[in-house]
């Protein structure tokens, strides 16, 4: 009997000494995970979420769904996109204006391609 609860005592000793490896690796996961992010899928679509949030300043909020990432990578994209034609735009017109003094220092004429 005394054998038997010896050898009991000595795996729950053990035991307790793999919970605590167990919980400080379980510690150690949850930080890895926040650290990552985590990638959301919608539908064939699937969302980088991790950098694009970073770059566009949308933050995942407890509780938010796929869906709700979805929608703020969607919106920071559209705005991204937004910015990038003004830009593109705005550069173009100075290429334009380029060519046109080039054009009024050339007589009018361009020679062609």
């Known amino acids: 009997m005394f054998g038997q609860m010896a050898g009991l005592a000595a795996n729950l000793w053990s035991m307790r000494s793999q919970m605590g490896e167990m919980a400080a690796k379980f510690q ?3 930080t890895d995970l ?16 991790n950098g694009l949030l970073h770059m ?3 933050e995942i909020q407890p509780g938010y769904r796929e869906a709700d990432i979805a929608r703020c990578t969607i919106e920071a994209t559209n705005e ?3 910015q990038a034609q003004a830009a593109a735009a705005k550069e ?5 204006g380029d060519l046109s003094m080039l054009q009024g220092l050339l007589g ?3 020679p062609s391609p």
């Open 80 to 82: 991204a996109m937004k």
């Open 28 to 30: 150690r996961l949850q």
């Open 56 to 58: 566009t300043n949308c």
């Open 108 to 110: 009018g004429k361009l």
């Open 34 to 49: 926040a650290d990552l992010r985590f990638s959301a899928t919608s539908g064939p679509v699937q969302v980088e979420v």
């Open 92 to 96: 173009t017109q100075s290429a334009l």
